[in-house]
């Protein structure tokens, strides 16, 4: 034990510490340790931080979910605190002309969708890709962030330590990509960073060794409930689905699970057929084995093939074929493999099957035991022949007491604030599913801020999800307001936004009174049109003028007052 104002030393620099030099501080003590115990291969971090020999550097982040920016803002307060002064900067706002007068630039950047940048970096991405810029000025080092589940893993971060290099910049710590759980290995990749300021970034440091990835633990649920929430004359299917897990459950309101559908039985004969491959031929596939039928199952992409990989079954083929995306099948049918043995060729260049992502729609606290989720089943029509969503359409299939295997996917960026905190929360469609979450974890701990939602469909009768729910909240207190727009029950379209307006009034006072405001669903036009409105209030009823009005909105970002969860 430490004495009582040794303790109180302690304490205090505990609390005022960043979450790097908390994690610094725990490999300094623990090298202490492993020494005073005689462990000759103990290694004992440096006590103190190296002079710095750099004194300016630019830090640029590229985000889609807030994560980059998170980060890179506690780097930028990190290097501030050792004197650096430092140009925090999202891409979107950089002014791309100052690219070759930069000196030291650190660049934070995820990836998006098919192994694409952010669209915050989009800008950024396409200039160091078409303009031949000399960049021989410049000394940089990239972190980039990503998840593993997908097969372009950090794939964005990659091209841009690539390409800044053939442009000439000299790179002072080498490409550091991170998981979902990237808080260690981006504060050691930041710790190198630091040590090149301190010998002015004369040579690249040893890449720093990334941790398994302890983001990701795979579950086993067991399906309890499966039903449609939508009436039978309705234009949707919306199921609700409740998963039962023995043991164990680690997730948070916010937070989402990952699926990997099951590619269908039927296509999966008809690949074996055209191809005349065996289904139960063992096959290497990602370090994996697996008969041929079960990756094509489950561990395969079949469906919707990016033209990266339709290029290389061209050259496998040895076939002219036009860019295109194109699913398996089809592209089999139309050029077709010599005999199985090409076929093998092919399965080679074939990529893995991606996670898809749902909102958690239910509450630790509410349903021990248990994780609930939303799911639209996606309904389309290609050359006048329905299709369905691949992962939509097998999870709404699953029966009761089928098993079905996810992980959870935490979302720092969408989380409640503190039990006393105000709420308002914008959902139409199933963007209500974090909400359902969010009232009901409210509920069951006791929390005394009050709660307002936004809900929005098509029909009254039948697409009100949650209706008994939702009015059995409002009737205990739980929720404070409730406004519905159901688009489709009058001649005018009616939407969440419309009904915003109405309420504009009391919507600034809550806002004003510090309330945190949170939208989920559809990113276009839904997200836009809300935030436009948010604008609209903001001007009107807070006196603001139109440059003012988006200044307020942005500090309530800044403040994490101001969260989306889009899609």
């Keep these: 034990m430490l004495a009582e104002h040794r303790l109180k030393v302690f304490q205090d620099l505990v609390t005022k510490s960043s979450r790097e030099e908390l994690i610094w501080m725990n490999g300094f003590l623990a090298g202490m340790v492993s ?50 002064t430092v140009k925090l900067t999202s891409l979107d706002q950089y002014r791309l002309n100052d690219l070759a007068k930069e000196e030291y ?10 192994g694409e940048p952010p669209l915050t970096a989009k800008k950024f991405y396409d200039h160091i890709h078409q303009q031949n810029i000399a960049l021989d000025k410049m000394k940089y080092s990239v972190l980039a962030l990503g998840d593993t589940s997908y097969p372009l893993f950090c794939k964005a971060g990659e091209d841009v330590d690539a390409q800044l290099t053939k442009l000439g910049a000299k790179c002072v710590v080498p490409l550091q990509k991170c998981d979902t759980d990237y808080a260690e290995d981006a504060a050691a990749w930041f ?59 680690h997730y948070e309101p916010g937070d989402s699970i990952g699926f990997i559908p099951r590619n269908k039985k039927e296509t999966v004969e008809a690949i074996l057929a055209v191809t005349g491959a065996d289904g139960d031929a063992l096959i290497e596939f990602r370090k994996e084995k697996y008969t041929i039928a079960e990756a094509l199952t489950s561990k395969i992409n079949i469906i919707h093939l990016p033209e990266r990989v339709v290029k290389q079954y061209a050259a496998i083929v040895q076939q002219e074929i036009p860019d295109t995306r194109i699913d398996l099948l089809d592209l089999l049918r139309i050029y077709p493999v010599k005999d199985a043995a090409q076929f ?17 729609s239910s509450s630790p606290e509410a349903h ?51 039990p006393d905190k105000d709420v308002i929360m914008i959902g139409p469609g199933t963007g209500i599913a974090p909400f359902r979450s969010f009232i009901a974890e409210r509920d069951a ?20 999800l949650y209706q008994t729910e939702i009015q059995n909240w409002a009737d205990t207190g739980v929720l404070t307001r409730v406004n519905l727009a159901f688009s489709r029950d009058q001649k005018s379209k009616l939407y969440v936004q419309h009904k ?13 009174e510090g309330s945190y405001i949170y939208i989920c669903g559809a990113k276009a036009p839904m997200s836009t049109d809300v935030e436009n409105t948010l604008l609209q209030v903001i001007e009107r009823y807070g006196g603001k003028t139109v ?20 899609y």
Aim: aromatic share 8%; glycine share 8%.
């Design 344 to 360: 093998g060729e092919v399965l080679k260049v074939l990529e893995p099957m991606a996670p898809r992502l749902y909102s958690v």
């Design 105 to 114: 630039a650190f660049f934070v950047i995820s990836t998006q969708g098919d």
């Design 500 to 512: 915003m307006l109405e309420q504009a009034a009391a919507l600034w006072n809550w806002i004003e």
């Design 191 to 249: 710790s190198q960073v630091m040590r090149s300021l301190s010998t002015g970034g004369s040579s690249a440091s040893p890449a720093p060794v990334a941790k398994p990835s302890k983001g990701k633990k795979n579950y086993t649920g067991t399906i309890l409930t499966n039903l449609n929430l939508n009436d039978r004359d309705s234009n949707k299917q919306t199921h609700h689905i409740e998963i039962g897990v023995d043991g164990e459950l």
């Design 445 to 464: 701990v006791g929390a005394t801020g009050r709660n307002w939602l936004f809900f929005g469909d098509q029909r009254f009768t039948s697409d009100f």
């Design 35 to 84: 020494a005073e115990a005689g462990d000759p291969a103990a290694t004992m971090p440096v006590a103190a931080t190296p002079a710095i020999a750099v004194n300016k550097i630019s830090i640029l982040y590229g985000t889609e979910t807030g994560n980059s920016k998170k980060v890179a803002t506690e780097f930028a307060t990190q290097a501030k605190k050792s004197g650096v």
């Design 547 to 566: 440059a003012e009005a988006q200044a307020y909105l942005d500090k309530l970002r800044e403040e994490g007052r101001y969260l989306l969860d889009v």
């Design 368 to 418: 021990s035991g248990e994780v609930h989720i939303t799911v639209a089943r996606d309904k389309f029509s290609i050359n006048n022949e329905i299709k369905y969503g691949l992962c939509s359409d097998y999870l709404s299939q699953l029966g009761v007491d089928t098993a079905v295997e996810f992980y959870v996917h935490k979302n720092s960026q969408f989380k409640l604030p503190a």
